[in-house]
């Protein structure tokens, strides 16, 4: 059974129809990749996935139980957390508080008893591990504006980790990255694979095509392919879109 399915996804807007039958599983253990064109409706898919929008149509299972149209909050408790396409950092604040605010722990108690839970030992020695899981061991005092972009990037990823989802959703993590930046999140997502499903959309086909375990190509809202790396491959629009890439 997997562990994440989502079935006959629809959704439009206006009159403009975005997304019609997208339909993706992921079993436990394994990275998915996404991939196509600009505007083909990856992000408003993990919109449907992750609670921001509801589909029109289609059904999403999460470790057996119907999750479909449930509110962000409530997805994220179920164990599903996102990264974002446009980052969702607190600027002014640390990297170690960016992570502390997203723990289960601090979130449970409200967002105005994060300062007191600051000073709790078991909370900061929680969001230091995750920080340092990502690569960003001392610089858990940098405000989060005075990192660079790629520690940023971890970051975000560290926010995310902090609710320890069973389930992680990345949205081009490697947009903006050089190649050591790149390099350096590829060794972060091998190493979070060894404990997490992973959904991730990504334009950098060298990246996907290197870490994913099936891949789904989206265009004009549908899915037009899905397979393995290898299998894909030889697909007529991977190998035209982005051949040179892949050599
Ligand atoms: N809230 C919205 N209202 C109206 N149209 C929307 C909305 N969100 C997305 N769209 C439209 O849906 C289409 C798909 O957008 P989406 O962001 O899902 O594409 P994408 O595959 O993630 O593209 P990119 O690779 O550029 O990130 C686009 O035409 C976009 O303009
Ligand atoms: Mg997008």
Do not use: C
Not at 81 to 93: E, G, H, W, Y
Not at 143 to 161: N, Q, T, W
Not at 177 to 193: C, M, P, S, V, Y
Not at 217 to 240: K, M
Request: proline fraction near 3%; charged fraction near 25%.
């Amino acid at each position: 059974m997997p562990l994440f399915e989502a079935k006959g996804l629809a959704k439009r807007f206006g009159d403009q129809v975005v997304l019609q039958n997208v339909s993706l599983r992921v079993d436990e253990g394994q990275l998915a990749g996404i991939m196509g064109p600009n505007g083909a409706g990856k992000t408003t898919t993990f919109h449907l996935l992750t609670g921001r929008y509801k589909p029109d149509r289609g059904r999403v299972h999460f470790a057996g139980e119907d999750i479909t149209g449930l509110a962000p909050r409530e997805i994220a408790r179920k164990g599903i957390a996102r990264s974002f396409q446009a980052m969702n950092l607190f600027d002014a604040d640390s990297a170690l508080d960016n992570v502390l605010v997203a723990l289960p722990a601090v979130r449970a108690r409200g967002f105005d008893a994060w300062r007191d839970l600051g000073r709790d030992g078991a909370a900061q020695d929680a969001a230091a591990a995750v920080l340092a899981r990502v690569g960003l061991k001392g610089k858990e005092h940098v405000s989060a504006k005075r990192l660079s972009y790629g520690d940023r990037r971890a970051l975000e990823i560290g926010v995310a980790l902090a609710a320890a989802p069973r389930l992680l959703f990345l949205d081009e993590p490697t947009a903006g990255l050089g190649a050591d930046g790149t390099a350096r999140l590829i060794e972060l997502i091998q190493e979070l694979k060894r404990r997490l499903t992973i959904v991730v959309i990504e334009h950098d086909m060298r990246f996907l095509f290197g870490l994913a375990d099936r891949i789904t190509v989206i265009h004009w809202g549908q899915v037009i392919a899905e397979g393995t790396p290898d299998a894909l491959r030889s697909n007529e629009w991977v190998r035209r879109s982005n051949l040179g890439a892949l050599q």
